[in-house]
């Protein structure tokens, strides 16, 4: 159900495998030919909360809809919020269906003319597609309970005939996926300091997903989940196959596999045996996405690199390998000693161990340090590289406020251009 609300163009559709077993994988996040909704299927700081504002959740899909405090909207008043789903306001594109740029009024969340009021984003069931009403009630049900500044806000639904349709807020800057991935003017690439403030705010969703009042496995995080505002702070999307944790004495949840190719944890994949820890890898996974500007699975890679983990993996350790796999794009914005750190902490969240791999409250802690202490930007007067000398000093040609820290970017030297 992969979302990019803020983009000007449909998000890409890369290559997922599909396990050959009877276990089918459902590659949520991307439009697949393969979807089916037979069988076990694969798709993949917390801030407190009082227990009154997470109420226990309801199960009948009467329960989920009378005691939600979303807005019930008629389809004509989606369809004119929407310009009646103009293509020109397609947002993006997923296994859920469409997402579309609309307006209400901010006050009565009436239907409002376009560039008027309170931009949507209006995600719409495809009725032909692999994922249907099970999903939409999950997300309603959800996302009407919990609210954190890290979790994207669902404003109202449809319910009506067989239309199945979500109101959110509008994320002006669409999917982490696509600052990562998709080349163009739109998107820029993301300094290391926006790169590092984005991860935190995913953790600080899944933390509070996992704490002891929301007790929730989030079970699809990927970077198309991970929306981001104006101002570049992350909010977790599509709750469609969130699962409520293990309970009493219970160490995990037993569930079909469902989630991403490439994100899932090996050990739900081979028992379907869902924890935290689960989100945990996926975490880790997102986060080498972040350092090595590479997707998860990409099978345009030579061989040896189609699978980010599998490659990535033996380099963390390394204080010298690391650079080789960082993206080539951040140059010299970061500080080596803060580059290992965020591969050491990776690292521990792909642990194949579970008990080996931090909380994500830890993993919480382990950014915000790093955010806020000496390692946070790059300091070439106490580096060194491999063979003993300091880095020649880059040569600075712009400033970049980031918050309230300003970033350097260097001019590239002819050598270190891609060719």
Partial sequence: MGNCWGAKVKAENPSHDVFASDTVFECLGEDSPHGSRKGNVLSSSSSRVSASSVPPTPRSEGEILTSSNLKSFTFNELRTATRNFRPDSVLGEG??????????NEHTLAAAKPGTGMVIAVKKLNQEGFQGHKEWLAEVNYLSQLSHPNLVKLIGYCLEDEQRLLVYEFMSRGSLENHLFRRSSYYQPLSWN???KVALGAAKG???????????????????NVLLDSNYNAKLSD????????????????TRVMGTYGYAAPEYLATGHLTAKSDVYSFGVVLLEILTGRRAIDKNRPTGEYKLVEWAKPHLASKRKIISILDSRLRAQYSLAGAQKIAGLADRCLSLETKHRPTMDQVVVALEQLQHGKDAERNPKTEQNSSGQRPAMPRWRSWEDVGNRKIA??????????T
């Fill in 206 to 224: 899944l933390a509070f997903l996992h704490s002891s009042k929301a007790k929730v496995i989030y079970r699809d995080f990927k970077t198309s």
């Fill in 95 to 104: 296994g859920f269906g469409s997402v579309f740029k609309g307006w209400i």
């Fill in 194 to 196: 926006l790169r590092m």
């Fill in 409 to 418: 970017h260097p001019r590239p030297s002819a050598s270190s251009l891609p």
């Fill in 239 to 254: 709750f469609g196959l969130a699962k409520d944790g293990p309970t009493g004495d219970k160490s995990h949840v037993s």
